[in-house]
């Protein structure tokens, strides 16, 4: 048994796919349309995957991705959707990372105080946890003061 991908249901491709890829810096992998289910399919990848997901197509499907699916007639809202939990990623600079998404206007719901944890959400309200590469960073200013913002 091997991990394949996680699947988020979003409501907006091009504001999914701005924060995933513009933001958070993954890399679109596939896509596919189809017209008869009227849904698209995006698969991405972390840029420390590369070589994973490359490498495990050998095994058949690559992984290890994460699946963006968008409903074409869809106005649902799919909610908070907390029974998900969340994604995360190991990052080179918690700090660094956490200043280019507010920077980008992402809300850094859960400040990385710690030097080694944060929390930010997607559009479609997803949390996804950022954690420091190693060991954690020196408590370091603005983060270390900071309130929550909202939930993750």
């Known amino acids: 048994m091997r991990y394949l991908h996680t699947m988020l249901r979003v409501r907006n491709l091009e504001?999914?796919?701005d924060f995933y890829c513009g933001k958070l810096g993954l890399t679109e992998?596939?896509?596919r349309d189809d017209d008869k289910g009227r849904f698209t399919l995006v698969f991405l990848a972390a840029p420390g995957d590369r070589a994973v997901v490359g490498a495990s197509q050998a095994q058949g499907r690559p992984a290890p991705l994460v699946e963006l699916t968008y409903n074409w007639d869809g106005d649902e809202d799919y909610g908070e959707a907390r029974y998900f939990g969340h994604l995360a990623f190991e990052v080179?600079?918690?700090?660094g990372t956490c200043a280019r998404l507010q920077a980008a206007g992402v809300t850094i719901n859960r400040p990385p105080r710690d030097g080694q944890m944060a929390f930010v959400r997607s559009p479609d309200r997803h949390s996804v946890e950022l954690l420091q590469k190693g060991e954690p960073l020196p408590r370091q200013e603005p983060?270390?003061?900071m309130p929550n913002t909202g939930h993750w």
């Not at 080179?92 to 700090?95: A, E, K, M």
């Open 92 to 95: 080179d600079d918690i700090y």
């Open 143 to 145: 983060w270390a003061s």
């Open 29 to 31: 992998i596939s896509r």
């Open 15 to 17: 504001a999914a796919l």
